[in-house]
């Protein structure tokens, strides 16, 4: 599963931006596609997910402000980030989950994306 992300810049407090993370390779097999973000000298934090059938998750600090989905036609998920602030400054990793089933047993993989930049200015 190879993942691309994109939808990154630079946007004033209280702006918009939406992301997008395509999926390519094995991406019938991703059950659960995620974002997780990075800011300056700290560790990577999960933000949103969503599972194949359409249920989400979101880190509290973002409940109300962003918005995950996905086509899974097009193998791609979006994040919708509204009323953006400072503390969002961060990259942005697209993050994909896929299971793999055999006769005997199932096998997951995790795969990431390149990251994307994100950059709030107050």
């Known amino acids: 599963v190879q993942l691309q992300a994109s939808g990154g810049g630079l946007v004033q407090a209280g702006g918009s931006l939406r992301l997008s993370c395509a999926a390519s390779?094995?991406?019938?097999?991703?059950?659960?596609m995620a974002w997780y973000r990075q800011a300056p000298g700290k560790q990577r934090e999960f933000v949103a997910a969503i599972a194949k059938g359409g249920t989400t998750n979101y880190i509290d600090s973002v409940k109300g402000r962003f918005s995950i989905s996905r086509d899974n036609a097009k193998n791609t998920v979006y994040l919708q980030m509204n009323s953006l602030k400072p503390e969002d400054t961060a990259v942005y990793y697209c993050?994909?989950?896929?299971?793999?089933?055999?006769?005997?047993?199932?096998?997951?993989?995790?795969?990431w994306g390149q990251g994307t930049l994100v950059t709030v200015s107050s």
């Open positions: 993050n994909a989950v896929a299971v793999f089933p055999t006769t005997t047993t199932v096998r997951t993989g995790q795969y």
């Open positions: 390779g094995s991406s019938s097999n991703i059950n659960t």
